[in-house]
């Protein structure tokens, strides 16, 4: 049973318009969300995170959305550039316990020049 | 500062081979994560470590598979027999451990498993 869904496997965006990538879970025990960006062939690199009492946090270019009530969160990328190009992963963790990560299948960002 | 280092990065064996998989947290870090990607599919948490304790091993598949990480510096995975099915993608994570606190975790390069 997927606790954290990523329903677009693949997206592609032109060069400096903005990259949306969706995100939604199940299980309302979970209050702290990341996105991780991942390079073929490397780990997951941390990219930016939220906590269940906030609904936007912003760092540089990326922005993350959570909508509780939906129980969504979105990152959205403004510009998108070429280096953007990556698989992303959205990840949940719960509010106590041994704060594991439950992880999306993740969506392939390709970022057209 | 190093980060979370694994070791091999790659790993092509035979079924029912053993095969051992390392990890080196940050230094300084007392919380340990392991995770498998498999097939493409979503990364699975395996076990966490609090220093040299097993917090969490609701993830490990089987008893095939055995995690340690004596002294609470580095970790091993090892998995006695190996089966075609254990293929993936091994991850390492590791947090500073700040008591009650959500933590970022910090993933490895990962090992590369093939079961032949």
């Known amino acids: 049973d997927q606790q954290v869904k990523q329903n677009s496997p693949s997206l592609s965006v032109q060069e400096g318009r903005i990259s949306i990538l969706n995100c939604d879970y199940t299980?309302?025990?979970?209050?702290?969300f990341l996105w991780y960006k991942k390079y073929p062939a490397e780990g997951p690199t941390f990219l930016i995170s939220?906590?269940?009492?906030?609904d936007k946090n912003e760092d540089g270019r990326f922005t993350v959305f959570l909508n509780k009530s939906a129980k969504h969160l979105s990152l959205h990328i403004v510009p998108s550039q070429p280096g953007d190009s990556a698989v992303y992963f959205c990840?949940?963790?719960?509010?106590?316990?041994?704060?594991?990560?439950?992880f999306g299948t993740g969506t392939r960002l390709k970022v057209l020049a | 500062e190093a980060g979370v280092t694994q070791f091999p990065s790659h790993s092509v064996i035979e079924k029912g081979q053993t095969v051992t998989l390392r990890c080196d947290p940050i230094?300084?870090?007392?919380?340990l994560y392991w995770y498998r990607r498999v097939m493409g599919k979503e990364i699975k948490f395996l076990l966490h470590?609090?220093?040299?304790?097993?917090?969490?091993e609701s993830g490990m598949p089987n008893n095939r598979f055995l995690a340690e990480r004596t002294g609470g510096t580095y970790s091993t995975l090892k998995v006695q027999p190996a089966e075609l099915e254990d293929s993936g993608v091994y991850f390492c994570?590791?947090?500073?451990?700040?008591?009650?606190?959500?933590?970022?975790?910090?993933f490895g390069p990962g090992t590369r498993l093939l079961v032949l």
């Open positions: 994570a590791s947090s500073q451990g700040l008591a009650g606190v959500q933590e970022t975790q910090y």
């Open positions: 299980n309302s025990m979970f209050d702290y």
């Open positions: 990840a949940a963790s719960p509010a106590s316990g041994t704060y594991k990560y439950i």
């Open positions: 939220i906590s269940s009492i906030k």
């Open positions: 470590f609090v220093k040299e304790s097993k917090q969490d």
């Open positions: 230094s300084g870090h007392d919380n």
